[in-house]
């Protein structure tokens, strides 16, 4: 057996890799892809769903992970206190996001991953962040978190989830599709600006 301890800085996540096999083990490297993973920490499994989603389309499940786990990472951060953050960090605040600050948690976390996690691969800092809008032509693995926020466990503010859960596992195209629109409606009944970004994705999606 091989057993090794992943450290990460406090309030990361920290992994255990455990290799072990009828052979020797002689090479002291780490798990990239795992034929069983535990969690310890509960709140982590409302994000690892995402590992099936990106499991049924190829994606690289290191970096699932990593993006899944972290994609949220600014939002203990009130209006005031992410507006203060973007703008400490010169962070690019829009109109939009003035009126509506809990967008910038999509774009703090992404600094934040780099900065204070020491995620340095640029794919998962961008799959950060998009979580929330989206975009047009947007990687497999920026939709695959995209459409992995909306699906949480945990959420059930649209009627639609149950069929969109289903979308997300036999066409993802779909679901983003069916999340755009369904948000779009919603929207058109809020008082909240509308993020340009969300209509230029959904018009690229339709």
């Given at each position: 057996?091989?057993f090794?301890?992943?450290?990460?800085?406090?309030?990361?996540?920290?992994?255990?890799?455990?290799?072990?096999?009828?052979?020797?083990?002689?090479?002291?490297?780490?798990?990239?892809?795992?034929?069983?993973?535990?969690?310890h920490?509960?709140?982590?499994?409302?994000?690892?769903?995402?590992?099936?989603?990106?499991?049924?389309?190829?994606?690289?499940?290191?970096?699932?992970?990593?993006?899944?786990?972290?994609?949220?990472?600014?939002?203990?951060?009130?209006?005031?206190?992410?507006?203060?953050?973007?703008?400490?960090?010169?962070?690019?605040?829009s109109?939009?996001?003035?009126?509506?600050?809990?967008?910038?948690?999509a774009?703090?976390?992404?600094?934040?991953?780099q900065?204070?996690?020491?995620?340095?691969?640029?794919?998962?800092?961008?799959?950060?962040?998009?979580?929330?809008?989206?975009?047009?032509?947007?990687?497999?693995?920026?939709?695959?978190?995209?459409?992995?926020?909306?699906?949480?466990?945990?959420?059930?503010?649209?009627?639609?989830?149950?069929?969109?859960?289903?979308?997300?596992?036999?066409?993802?195209d779909?679901?983003?599709?069916?999340?755009?629109?369904?948000?779009?409606?919603?929207?058109?009944?809020?008082?909240?600006?509308?993020?340009?970004?969300?209509?230029?994705?959904?018009?690229?999606?339709?």
């Amino acid at each position: 057996a091989y057993f090794v301890y992943d450290s990460k800085k406090s309030g990361a996540m920290t992994t255990s890799h455990l290799r072990f096999g009828k052979n020797p083990i002689k090479a002291p490297y780490l798990i990239t892809s795992a034929d069983f993973v535990a969690c310890h920490h509960e709140p982590f499994l409302h994000k690892i769903d995402l590992l099936a989603v990106a499991a049924k389309y190829d994606i690289d499940m290191k970096k699932a992970y990593l993006a899944g786990l972290l994609h949220d990472c600014a939002k203990y951060m009130d209006d005031k206190e992410s507006v203060e953050y973007c703008k400490k960090h010169k962070i690019e605040i829009s109109d939009v996001e003035l009126d509506n600050p809990s967008l910038l948690h999509a774009k703090a976390g992404a600094y934040m991953a780099q900065k204070r996690f020491e995620v340095e691969d640029m794919d998962i800092c961008s799959a950060i962040r998009w979580h929330t809008t989206g975009r047009p032509n947007m990687t497999d693995l920026e939709m695959i978190i995209f459409v992995a926020d909306y699906i949480e466990p945990n959420r059930n503010q649209d009627p639609d989830l149950p069929t969109i859960r289903k979308e997300a596992f036999e066409n993802i195209d779909l679901a983003t599709l069916h999340i755009y629109e369904n948000t779009l409606k919603h929207l058109e009944k809020s008082t909240k600006a509308l993020d340009p970004t969300t209509k230029e994705a959904y018009c690229y999606y339709s």
